[in-house]
């Protein structure tokens, strides 16, 4: 199966620049998307295929890469960012999911 | 609106059984591949089962094969898991997920499974 791994957490202030990293242990080519989970919610897709951003989702969320390596950045962070967000590939059978990054406000 | 609505859940002895059923509605139901997610307390996403559209195509997590069993019945708009022969690593809150272009794209709020003696 496709490992895909994260940093488990991250702190920032509001307002800064935060970019999440999420690396495949092989190419899934930029079949890479990610989620937000708020404490208590189920996940939401923020972006898909690697770069586009999901209806809804405000501008300040974006995602690049390609292969192995992947970014999800928050510019500028504010508070209601606070959530656990997940990479998931589905380049590779079966479909797999990062162990999720903690992003906490300081 | 799109809702995805689990039932089903609760507290059962391990070696039991238990179904757990997703009601959809605001949307196209036969349409769509579905999936059932699970999420141990304070842990991460952990894919279980996908569905295809027309029940075609079945597939499931080493972790549960052979113990779990998906199916759907498209004109109740409705998702299924059958599980048995359940573990205490089984323990977790269950999301039914349908899904998009390779993305888990609706999800619905989860039941909660908890195997305990």
């Known amino acids: 199966d496709t490992v895909l791994t994260q940093s488990p957490a991250l702190a920032v202030s509001p307002g800064e620049r935060v970019t999440i990293s999420c690396r495949a242990s092989e190419s899934v080519s930029t079949l890479m998307h990610w989620y937000q989970q708020k404490p208590g919610q189920q996940p939401t897709l923020l972006i898909y295929l690697a770069s586009n951003l999901e209806s809804g989702v405000p501008a300040r969320f974006s995602g690049s890469g390609s292969g192995t390596d992947f970014t999800l950045t928050i510019d500028p962070v504010e508070a209601d960012d606070t959530a656990t967000y997940y990479c998931?590939?589905?380049?590779?059978?079966?479909?797999?999911f990062g162990g999720g990054t903690k992003l906490e406000l300081k | 609106e799109v809702q995805l609505v689990e039932s089903g859940g609760g507290l059962v002895q391990p070696g039991r059984s238990l179904k757990l059923s997703c009601l959809a509605s605001?949307?196209?139901?036969?349409?769509?591949?579905m999936n059932w997610i699970r999420q141990a307390p304070g842990k991460g996403l952990e894919w279980v089962a996908s569905i295809s559209s027309s029940s075609s195509y079945i597939y499931y997590a080493d972790t549960v094969k052979g113990r779990f069993t998906i199916s759907r019945d498209n004109a109740k708009n409705t998702l299924y898991l059958q599980m048995t022969s359940l573990r205490s690593e089984d323990t977790a809150l269950y999301y039914c997920a349908s899904d998009y272009d390779g993305t888990y794209y609706y999800w619905g709020q989860g039941v909660m499974v908890t195997v305990s003696s």
């Open positions: 605001g949307f196209t139901f036969s349409n769509y591949g």
């Open positions: 998931q590939q589905s380049w590779n059978d079966p479909w797999t």
